[in-house]
């Protein structure tokens, strides 16, 4: 797992496929400084304390893939992405992730989406600060964070290609 290292929002180049046809929309270029991400997270964080446990804006949308912040004071649910990899950076603050395994209480929703309660059978991932992790499409996860642990994250959603 890389420490201590920003994801250049190129990689993106990297793992989308080549595409003959016009986009669909204007390409829209997304410069992003890890230290604003950081500080707009903290308030997401601050609301997700007072409410839910968790909370995420979509920042950009794109072709084939859309980017995020998301912060987390609670544990979530199991959930699969059928159709989407996530590419974690922790901009703040500490977890688990926890990948692969079955989802328990699984329902299945819209577009691949899948939830449930818990993972049974995980592989945990310790995240911390400047910390990256891709989550292929298709693969259970589910974020854990112990009492007292919270987590600022900045978050690339990638289409599979077809």
Known sequence: MLRNTLLPLAVIACVLPAQA???????????????DLTQQAQGLLAKAR????????????YNHHKTMLTARAHSGG?????????????LDGEGTELIGGTILNRTD????????????GAVPHPLRKGDILHIPAGTPHQAIEAPGQSIALYVIKVQESN
């Open 109 to 120: 929703g819209p577009d691949g989406e899948s939830k449930g309660t818990q993972l049974e």
């Open 50 to 61: 007072a409410e839910s446990g968790s909370e995420g804006i979509t920042l950009g949308l």
């Open 21 to 35: 046809q016009q986009p669909a929309e204007p390409v829209k270029t997304e410069v992003a400084n890890i230290a």
């Open 78 to 90: 199991a959930e699969l992405h059928a159709h989407f990899a996530d590419f974690l950076l922790v």
